[in-house]
């Protein structure tokens, strides 16, 4: 008799009542219902609640999975998870690292954890799924990458340097598999950090705010771990400093926080005199843009405030032993 892989799945929902872990009891043992089977999946789900969020580890699942496809090697079926709406209350610290909460019956999960989807095949990596190709869920018709066409040649050109990085990894598939091990999802911001510096090289808008903030994800995962996380401020710092210099942002808002971020690191550096020209730089654009606002109502001071004041707080606080918790 033909296995009716529906009805498995309706029955493994009954036991399991987790969508996610019915399509990975599935992965691992093929449609057939077997209670021993049930428990280990049940089990390994325990111990990972606990690995994967550092708040309350009750409640339902905050993460769903969706599927793209490489716009490099066009290969398909790439699982991305991603995180439901306010299921999370997220709180971020000075450095805009953020924690996150479970919020609305939802358990706690470190979305820094699973943010970057990988192509197993050639390594491209992105948080960000506009980046992939997918087929729309609604109209059923293909959804192209949002990248352009000559990055995309350089990503293709590139495969082997970012083969390199996982070179003694036997399955990347099953290495970036949920849940992810620390040291995988650092990997997979380092991988992401390659696809921002080809889209850099061609002169993308933001391409380094996106490797700042990626490494500023790394270090917050790489602290985590109980290591040294100072190498991956320095590098973030690095991106931002030149994303400044070059205005490689777009929207004067990103600028602002660029110019907060490059404040705030060389004060947890310990690199305070570093920060003063700074903050010297965004107090003129400050005082500008409020003589410009005189003759143009349409500008519109909230903004640079807000990160200009937040830069000043930390200045004033650089004492604080708590500053940076
Ligand atoms: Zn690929």
Not at 82 to 107: C, D, P, T
Not at 133 to 139: D, P, Y
Request: proline share 5%; aromatic share 8%.
């Amino acid at each position: 008799m033909p296995v009716d892989v529906k009805e498995v799945k309706r029955r493994l929902l009954v036991f399991l009542k987790d969508e996610n872990l019915v399509s990975e009891y599935i992965r691992r043992f093929g449609p057939t219902i077997d209670i021993k089977n049930i428990k280990l999946i049940k089990e390994n789900e325990s111990t990972d609640a606990v690995k994967e969020g550092d708040g309350p580890s009750e409640g339902a699942d905050p993460i769903f999975e969706s599927l793209l496809i490489c716009p490099v090697c066009n290969k398909d079926n790439i699982v991305s998870y991603e995180l439901k709406a306010k299921s999370q209350q997220v709180v971020e610290n000075r450095l805009l690292q953020q924690e996150y909460l479970g919020a609305m019956g939802h358990k706690s999960v470190d979305y820094d954890n699973l943010a970057v989807s990988i192509c197993p095949r050639c390594l491209f990596a992105s948080p960000d799924r506009k980046d992939f190709s997918s087929i729309s869920k609604i109209t059923g018709k293909p959804v192209p990458t949002q990248i352009p066409q000559n990055p995309i040649l350089t990503l293709q050109e590139k495969i082997g340097e970012r083969k390199s990085l996982v070179a003694g990894i036997a399955n990347p598939e099953d290495f970036f598999k949920r849940p992810r091990k620390p040291d995988a999802s650092i990997l997979s911001y380092k991988l992401a950090g390659m696809r921002a510096n080809v889209e850099a090289y061609h002169e993308l808008p933001n391409s380094l705010y996106k490797l700042g903030f990626y490494y500023i994800k790394m270090a917050k995962l790489i602290k985590r771990k109980g290591e040294d996380d100072s190498a991956a401020l320095r590098d973030a710092l690095g991106y931002f400093e030149e994303c400044f210099k070059n205005s490689n942002s777009s929207g004067e808002a990103t600028e602002y926080k660029v110019l907060y971020m490059i404040i705030a690191l060389n004060i947890r550096l310990k690199e305070d005199r570093k920060a003063q020209p700074f903050i010297a730089a965004f107090d003129k654009i400050r005082t500008e843009l409020a003589a410009k606002s005189k003759t143009d109502p349409k500008i519109n001071l909230s903004s640079v405030d807000m990160w200009l004041n937040k830069a000043k707080n930390i200045w004033e606080d650089r004492e604080r032993n708590d500053l940076w918790n």
